[in-house]
């Protein structure tokens, strides 16, 4: 049986030319540590040079971390602002 990873929401900084970007993310626990270089993917590209500002001491297991994507597409819908909802 595999063992189950758990995940930590960490704010990440990446350098740009512009400045920085600033996000906050749930990634596995083994990369949640200040200071860690990660990759993170976004629509099955990768983007490297992430560093881990922070990570919270919260653990949930992959099937806890919450879908933002699928939470704000349920709102939208919810609220009228959906946007296929304008084209019906």
Not at 25 to 38: D, K, N, Q
Not at 47 to 76: I, N
Request: glycine residues 8%.
């Amino acid at each position: 049986m595999a063992r189950e990873v758990f995940y930590r929401q960490c704010r990440l900084v990446k350098r740009v030319e512009t400045g920085e970007l600033v996000l906050v993310s749930w990634i596995p626990e083994p990369y949640a540590t200040v200071g860690r270089i990660v990759k993170l993917r976004e629509n099955g590209t990768w983007d490297d040079g992430w560093v881990v500002l922070g990570a919270g001491t919260t653990r949930l297991p992959a099937c806890e971390v919450p879908d933002f994507h699928a939470l704000s597409k349920a709102h939208l819908r919810a609220t009228g602002d959906d946007e296929t909802a304008s084209k019906n």
